[in-house]
T-cell receptor, first 116, second 112 residues
């Protein structure tokens, strides 16, 4: 009953380095999302994937790429990290969960990224 | 575009006090509205939701009513506990797409 699993939980990068945040869900959700959380700004949508094989830009997509590898996995890549990308990143899946109905997001525990 | 605005925090209350966190929204059509809660070091969890006007969502003593006339979805609890200390996010899903928009979050601290 893992739900949504993100790795790594913590990462420190130097400016210009690349990395990929991994996300996997075992809830059979069609839709998956990547958000970033910054103080005073709540959650902002980076990219989402409505179904396997499709991805769409959200509110703040610049500097990121995503891959919906299969129904379970949705990765977020930073090709050349910048200090402005220091944030906490959350992956989420959306769908029926515990009888609470569709359109409910289930979040992972978050990945804290620091770019020096 | 569709968006939510919630009251800025932080909010500090004594145990058993009454809680209100205001949330208003801007949207076309009839969005679905949500409150999520984030405990320290964790991801967000759904607290309650309402999918149409005049619906009341409730959970764990928290309530919020979908008010179309005032475009609001204020969160209330009659008697808060120390364990309610967390950050609360109001959120909206537009009626015509798969997106989800969040407010900035309101940090609540409840003191014994």
């Amino acid at each position: 009953n893992a739900g949504v699993t993100q790795t790594p939980k913590f990462q420190v990068l130097k400016t210009g380095q690349s990395m990929t945040l991994q996300c996997a869900q075992d809830m059979n959700h069609n839709s998956m999302y990547w958000y970033r959380q910054d103080p005073g700004m709540g959650l902002r949508l980076i990219y989402y994937s409505a179904s396997e094989g499709t991805t769409d830009k959200g509110e703040v997509p610049n500097g990121y790429n995503v891959s919906r590898l299969n129904k379970r996995e949705f990765s977020l890549r930073l090709e050349s990290a910048a200090p402005s990308q220091t944030s906490v990143y959350f992956c989420a899946g959306k769908g029926l969960a515990g009888g609470r109905g569709a359109n409910v997001l289930t979040f992972g525990a978050g990945s804290r990224l620091t770019v020096l | 575009g569709d968006s939510v605005t919630q009251m800025e925090g932080p909010v500090t209350l004594s145990e058993e006090a009454f809680l209100t966190i205001n949330c208003t929204y801007t949207a076309t059509g009839y969005p679905s509205l949500f409150w999520y809660v984030q405990y320290p070091g964790e991801g967000l969890q759904l607290l309650l939701k309402a999918t149409k006007a005049d619906d009341k969502g409730s959970n764990k003593g928290f309530e919020a009513t979908y008010r179309k006339e005032t475009t609001s979805f204020h969160l209330e609890k009659g008697s808060v506990q120390v364990s309610d200390s967390a950050v609360y996010f109001c959120a909206l899903k537009p009626y015509n797409n798969n997106d989800m928009r969040f407010g900035a979050g309101t940090r609540l601290t409840v003191k014994p």
